[in-house]
Nanobody, 115 residues
């Protein structure tokens, strides 16, 4: 069983940067794929970026070139570096770890981008 805790959210002006962290416990983190999702008020949760256990990454078109997902398995932590933030990036950001039909979610961290 995987427990996930996100951190690093906050309020930032448009054009600014934030780095989110997702720290895992209770498992061998390196064998899980990790995804960052977000949910804005009144909208469905959407995948922002994902990284496989092997380090392959993919991104939503809306964040390509601005966000970078990475992981440090020695620290049981995944990151989402968010640059050139826009007001439309405002949402609660969630970390997800998945493997072979099992998945776990963190509690979410709020990101607010002011114009």
């Amino acid at each position: 069983q995987v427990q996930l805790v996100e951190s690093g959210g906050g309020l930032v002006q448009a054009g600014g940067s934030l780095r989110l962290s997702c720290t895992a416990s209770g498992t061998i983190f390196s064998i899980y794929a990790v995804g960052w999702y977000r949910q804005a008020p009144g909208k469905q949760r959407e995948l922002v970026a994902a990284i496989t256990s092997g380090g392959s990454t993919n991104y939503a078109d809306s964040v390509k070139g601005r966000f970078t997902i990475s992981r440090d398995n020695a620290k049981n932590t995944a990151y989402l570096q968010m640059d050139s933030l826009k007001p439309e990036d405002t949402a609660v950001y969630y970390c997800n770890a998945a493997r072979l039909g099992y998945e776990s979610w963190g509690q979410g961290t709020q990101v607010t981008v002011s114009s």
